[in-house]
């Protein structure tokens, strides 16, 4: 397989993640403002900060509001993860491989990404807005559905499993930081007013990626901080969970050649969250400063894939 269409494949499947991740993101944050009492200010800005845009948001925004963030993680054409950007990015690294995938997920990427660029206005307001990003999910939900479940298993689709399951874990990562303490405002009010709701927050970040059924099956307890970072950072079964989907990223990588370099990092990083300890991340920013460092061994991870994989046509 040429180098270019490995890293085709792997970026198509990256950006579906993503525009789903970036629903999933942007439905949490809206469950939990309209969860919360007023008294209670979540910071929008906080939203923008998760996806490490501040530079290019300020570029082009004066405020921090709704509306403004709203449009810039839904279809700004300077936002390189904006849902609309990612379906373009996804079509476009679909229509140039489409000999080696199913002909129905070029239909349906398509389909999905038209409909996300004409349904826009609809989706940019309050009452449409939740009926917009759950057919953007459902819709990148099918697609995951029908590579796994029609294309062969071979090369090519380990470079999409391994660019889906990166993806994954790095946005659920991003959805953990929208339940974090520095989406509040700096207001000691604010922060008392959320510890009597921590409860509603967890189980709101749970609800964002699908897990809260999940995890009451499996884990039997009231949902609580400690159990659900435990859950959502290191069980090894529940497709969501950061260490499954670098374990699967671990296994697509096993299945390439010239692997050894990323596979030992993909397997240090996922001991790295199988080891972290749960208690610590509850204080005080340390699950912000956890989640920035493994954020940071993912975005390795994925340069040490693109030297290894991806480099060899530009070096010829």
Not at 71 to 100: H, Q, Y
Not at 271 to 284: F, G, I, P, T
Request: proline content about 2%; hydrophobic content about 40%.
């Amino acid at each position: 397989m040429l180098s270019r269409v490995a890293e085709r494949l792997y970026w198509m499947a990256r950006y579906i993640e993503r525009a789903e991740n970036t629903a999933r993101m942007v439905t949490a944050f809206n469950h939990l403002a309209l969860d919360m009492p007023r008294s209670v200010r979540l910071s929008w800005r906080g939203m923008v900060s998760i996806t490490g845009n501040e530079s290019i948001y300020e570029k082009n925004y004066r405020k921090y509001d709704e509306r403004n963030v709203v449009k810039f993680l839904l279809a700004d054409d300077d936002n390189p993860g904006s849902i609309l950007n990612a379906l373009r990015a996804a079509r476009e690294n679909v229509r140039t491989t489409r000999d080696l995938v199913p002909s129905e997920v070029w239909e349906t990427v398509n389909e999905l990404y038209h409909h996300a660029d004409s349904a826009l206005d609809t989706g940019m307001s309050k009452r449409g807005r939740y009926q917009y990003l759950v057919k953007v999910i459902s819709h990148c939900q099918q697609l995951t559905g029908m590579l796994a479940g029609t294309m062969s298993h071979d090369a090519a689709y380990d470079f999409i499993r391994a660019g889906r399951n990166l993806e994954r874990a790095d946005m659920t990562t991003r959805l953990l930081d929208v339940g974090a303490m520095g989406l509040l405002s700096n207001d000691p009010q604010d922060e008392a007013a959320m510890a009597q709701f921590e409860s509603l927050l967890w189980v709101n970040i749970l609800k964002s990626l699908s897990a809260f059924q999940m995890y009451r099956q499996h884990v039997r307890r009231r949902v609580n901080g400690e159990d659900v970072l435990k859950y959502i950072f290191q069980d090894r079964e529940f497709p969501r969970a950061v260490a499954h989907a670098l374990g699967e990223v671990e296994i697509s990588l096993t299945n390439l050649p010239r692997n050894e370099t990323p596979l030992r990092l993909a397997i240090q990083v996922r001991r790295h969250v199988m080891e972290a300890n749960v208690d610590k991340l509850l204080e005080a920013d340390e699950l912000h400063r956890f989640i920035d460092q493994l954020q940071q061994e993912m975005n390795e991870l994925h340069d040490m894939i693109a030297d290894t994989w991806f480099s060899l046509d530009r070096a010829a």
